[in-house]
């Protein structure tokens, strides 16, 4: 019914910078909120940061001043611009939205991408 399709990943040094893509596709309606997780090794998933269908973002602290979550509502795509990237920032990072759709009624769906992993190493 729904996808989101993922890129961007890689290695890159401390300090460096990666760019993260996800776009939805399927049968939408409109996309409600959307967001980044992620998940390091032997820990659980977390938020990463979150944005509102009206551009309202929210960033956990751990990123909060050097990542920078955005959206663009004609393309359903999300992006996460990472900056001064930290050794702690490994992790396989995913995407996730919040969709209504219409089949076979309308109602919300949260719907996550497959992942692409980050690695932060010298």
């Known amino acids: 019914q729904v996808q989101l399709v993922e890129s961007g990943g890689g290695l890159v040094q401390p300090g460096g910078s990666l760019r993260l893509s996800c776009a939805a596709s399927g049968s939408i309606v409109s996309i409600n909120d959307m967001g980044w997780y992620r998940q390091a090794p032997g820990k659980e998933r977390e938020l990463v940061a979150t944005?509102?269908?009206?551009?309202?973002?929210n960033y956990a602290d751990s990123v909060k001043g050097r990542f920078t979550i955005s959206r663009d509502n004609a393309k359903k795509s999300v992006d996460l611009q990472m900056n001064s990237l930290k050794p702690e920032d490994t992790a396989v990072y995913y995407c996730?939205?919040?969709?209504?759709?219409?089949?076979?009624?309308?109602?919300?769906?949260?719907?996550w991408g497959q992942g692409t992993l980050v690695t932060v190493s010298s």
């Open positions: 996730n939205a919040v969709t209504l759709v219409a089949n076979p009624v309308y109602r919300y769906l949260a719907v």
């Open positions: 944005i509102t269908s009206t551009g309202s973002t």
